[in-house]
Structures are given as C-alpha cells and as structure tokens.
C-alpha cells in the first residue's frame, strides 16, 4: 500500500516546508535589491504568474494523477521520458549531499550565538577557525573534525525522519517545524523593523530603479529565484503530489503554496535588511557594502550584525540561524524524499528499503563538504546543479509536456477537482513565455561559465565539480534509465486508483 499524506493542510505544510529554503532568507533580498529593488518586483510577480504557479499546477497534477515520482510519472507519460525523471532524481540526490554541510553550520551557528564565538572578525572565523578552508576545491586538506558531531546528529536526524515515512515523518515534522519558523522569523522582523537605520535598509531593499526593467538580465533573475524558490524542475513537487488522494484541488493548492512561500521570502527579506540598514549605520557606510549574497550573508555578515545588537544579542542569533536550520531541514527531507520516491516506485521496493539505498551513498559523498576544501565545493556544484541542471530540466520537462504530449489532458485533469478552472492560458503559458525565458537563462549561464569560468575558481576546480557535476547527473540518469524495474510502468487506464496507491 502507497502511503498519504493525512490531510491536505499535512500535505500544504510540507509543500511550502519544502519552498521555504535557505534561498528564501539569504537569496531573494539580495536578489531583489541588486536587480532593480522596488522595480524587481514587478517581474517577479509577472513570473510567479507565468511560471511559478502553472508548473506547480502541472508538477502537482501529474503527480497526482500518475500517482509516482519523476521517473515513473515520466515514463508513464512516455517510455522515452524516463531518463528526464532519473535526470531530476539524480539532480535532487546532489542538492540533498551538499545540503548537509549547510544545516551543519546553521545548527554550529546557533551554539555560536549564545557567545557570539565569531568574535571581531566573522569572516575569518567561518573560513579558517571554523570550517579551516583551503585555497583549492582540490585540495580536501583533511575532514573537519570539529564538524563531525553536528554531522552525524543531522544524519540521524534526517534518517529517522525518513524511515518514518511521508505521513508519520515529514508531514508530521513539518506540522511541527513550519509554526516555530514563521514564529522565529516574527521576531526576526519584529527586532529589525525597531532598529536605528532600518529604514535604510528597507530603502535599499525596496526603492524602485525603473530603469532595471529594460535590463533582460533582471527578468531572467526573477524567473530564476522563482524556478529555485518554489523546488519546481527536480522532482520535489511531483514526488510530494503523488501521495495526494485523488480528490484533491491541485489548482487551489498550487496558489496556497506559491502565495505563502513568496509572501515568507517578502516578510524574511523585511527583517534581514532591516538588519543591514542597522550595520550600515553603526559601521558608517551604504547598505550596499554591508550586503552580501549566499553564505557571506548568513555566516560572515550577519553574525557581525548580530554582535553589534545593543540587548538580546544570543536570543537574536539563535532566532537567525535557528531559522535557516529549521528551512533547511523541511527543505532537506523534500529533496531526500523525491530520490527515496524515484527507487521506490520503479523496483518496488519498501520504503525503508529505499530510503537506505538513498541515505548510504549519500551519507558517505557528503563527507566531501566537511573537509577544508567544502565550502569551495559547495559553490561550484550549487552553481551550476542549479543555473545548468534544475534550470535545464525545468526546460525539457516543458518541451516534452506542452509539444509532445496532450497537455490539455493535464488542464482537464487539474480542473476535475478544483473550485476555479484553469483556461488554455495555462498551456500557452508554460509552452512559450516560460519556455523561452528557461531558454535563455540556459544560454546566459552556460555561455558565462564556458567564456569566464565561476567565481575565480582554477579551470580544473570547474571541470572537475562544475562540469564534472552535470556530466555525473547524465550518466547516473541514463545508468538509471536502462536498469530493469518491475511492472511500475503498467498502464494507468487498466489498474485501478486503488492498487496503485
């Protein structure tokens, strides 16, 4: 018997506990305020409309319907689009490695707090104190052992939530999880808002530069912080609907869904750069060089923000830092279980089965984010897993889905049970707007990375974790592909709902 999620609030709150990230904190106000600020906003809402809520609609209601991961809902659909749901699988099995070390200095970081242990200098403790970082993604120079106790706890973690399953064990944790987040983050803002200098922040975050929106490149970064914010394009979203009861609205969740995960990264956005308007003041300078994006956000240039706080510094840092772990860990279980969802559906076997055929290999390649060189590894792979592989898998789903494939069959199946329709609107949406903006953030990034490399990393760090990285996804995709399963392909017209859940 296929498990299910016990309610459709259990099933929203895991959805959204999935959305809302480590990016949402870190990556949209920045984002956001380097793209146009206030003006951002537009095309971004443009692409949540065009993007965001038709594909999860569309991951929703394939899920749903074909009742199975990626790669059974793919090859159901068609047998030749199987290697398309393993290339998801493999791209979430990649995310979920290097997630890991991120959640380990979330939860470093809030033991961190209570001494503010960074001292003067933030940044040099994170990158020799803490983490004793390399000058090479090549030269692993040794594994951290100072990150080993918090490693193991969050593996244990992860895995006991895992073997419980999707109703005993995520639904529960993010029922759990999703309340103390958005709780953390109220004082979050709360604190931010009251600060000399917000304003200047918010400032910064929010005053419109029109003159951004002539620019292309901003409104592939809003099509891009929307394909990242709401875990679309790899697999997540079909391997959560395809524990959904067949009665469910896809269409109504998919706007709940989309609306609270964005309206979160809107309200964690307020908080974080009233923050910085603070630091700026206190530090003389713009609230431009106070900014910083991704991990020198979190770990470098706001644990100097928090030092600085006049009172309640350590409930302040625990407030933080507890908040990108707890968004890491509902996003962390998500990512794990589309890879346990994938095994599980096209071999048959038990869940527990699966999950330990997932946690094993996985367990053992993380180990290569808590050596010296980490950090340096993490940057690359993320880059390009998410600007090269979820975006190009993103682009082939909907090639495959909208072209070669009776999409109206979709919207007919994703109105069954809604209280509002979707209209034709929804197909020529996802076949030719988004398509062609996924398109060119292909050719944007790849073009980039070939001409410039990433992040002035040596060209055999890129080859080999950049390069390497999406050509180790292909291959394991195809490997996967060929494989023998067992009868999980059978055709849907000819079972019944009832045995295949």
């Not at 594994?143 to 006991?160: E, G, M, Q, R």
Request: charged letters at 15%.
């Amino acid at each position: 018997m296929r498990d299910q999620w016990n309610s459709k609030l259990g099933f929203l709150l895991a959805a959204i506990g999935s959305a809302v990230g480590l990016g949402n904190i870190w990556r949209f106000p920045y984002v956001a305020a380097t793209n146009g600020g206030g003006a951002f906003l537009l095309p971004y809402f443009f692409a949540i409309i065009t993007a965001g809520i038709p594909i999860l609609i569309l991951e929703y209601t394939m899920g749903k319907t074909y009742r199975a991961g990626a790669p059974v809902t793919f090859a159901r659909i068609n047998r030749r689009f199987e290697w398309l749901g393993w290339f998801q699988v493999m791209i979430s099995f990649v995310i979920a490695i290097y997630y890991f070390a991120i959640i380990v200095w979330c939860l470093s970081y809030i033991g961190f707090s209570f001494t503010q242990a960074w001292g003067n200098d933030p940044t040099r403790f994170f990158t020799e104190d803490f983490l004793g970082l390399t000058d090479s993604a090549l030269n692993l120079g040794g594994i951290n052992t100072s990150l080993l106790l918090p490693f193991l706890l969050i593996w244990a973690v992860s895995a006991f939530i895992m073997y419980k399953g999707v109703s005993k064990g995520i639904e529960t944790v993010c029922k759990i999880c999703l309340p103390i987040l958005f709780l953390m983050t109220l004082i979050l803002v709360i604190r931010g808002i009251t600060l000399p200098g917000a304003v200047d922040g918010l400032n910064y975050l929010f005053k419109p530069d029109w003159n951004a929106l002539k620019d292309p490149g901003v409104w592939v970064a809003a099509y891009g912080q929307i394909f990242f914010s709401l875990s679309i394009g790899f697999g997540i979203m079909l391997s959560y609907s395809s524990y959904l009861p067949k009665e469910t609205d896809v269409v109504n969740s998919a706007f709940i869904t989309a609306t609270a995960n964005h309206g979160y990264e809107l309200f964690a956005g307020i908080g974080v750069f009233s923050i910085m308007g603070y630091m700026a003041l206190q530090q003389g300078v713009s609230v431009e060089e106070v900014a910083a994006s991704g991990i020198g956000l979190a770990f470098m240039t706001f644990p100097t923000a928090i030092s600085a706080l006049p009172a309640l510094n350590a409930i302040f840092g625990v407030c933080f830092f507890g908040a990108l772990f707890i968004a890491g860990i509902t996003s962390l279980v998500s990512i794990l279980q589309t890879v346990v969802t994938g095994f599980h559906d096209k071999f048959e076997v038990s869940h527990k089965k699966a999950v330990t055929i997932v946690m094993v290999p996985s367990f053992v390649l993380s180990f290569l984010f808590i050596t010296g060189a980490g950090m340096n590894i993490l940057d690359i792979v993320d880059a390009f897993i998410n600007n090269i592989g979820i975006v190009s898998a993103g682009v082939i789903e909907l090639i495959l889905i909208t072209r070669f494939f009776d999409a109206e069959k979709l919207r007919r199946e994703a109105n069954e049970f809604s209280n509002f329709s979707i209209g034709r609107w929804w197909i020529y949406t996802l076949r030719i707007v988004t398509t062609v903006v996924l398109g060119m953030m292909i050719v944007l990034n790849t073009r980039e990375y070939l001409a410039n490399g990433y992040g002035g990393y040596a060209s055999a760090d890129i080859n080999v974790f950049g390069w390497g990285t999406i050509l180790f996804v292909v291959v394991f995709a195809d490997v996967l592909t060929t494989m023998k399963g067992k009868d999980g392909y059978r055709d849907l017209d000819k079972i019944s709902y009832k045995e295949v859940n």
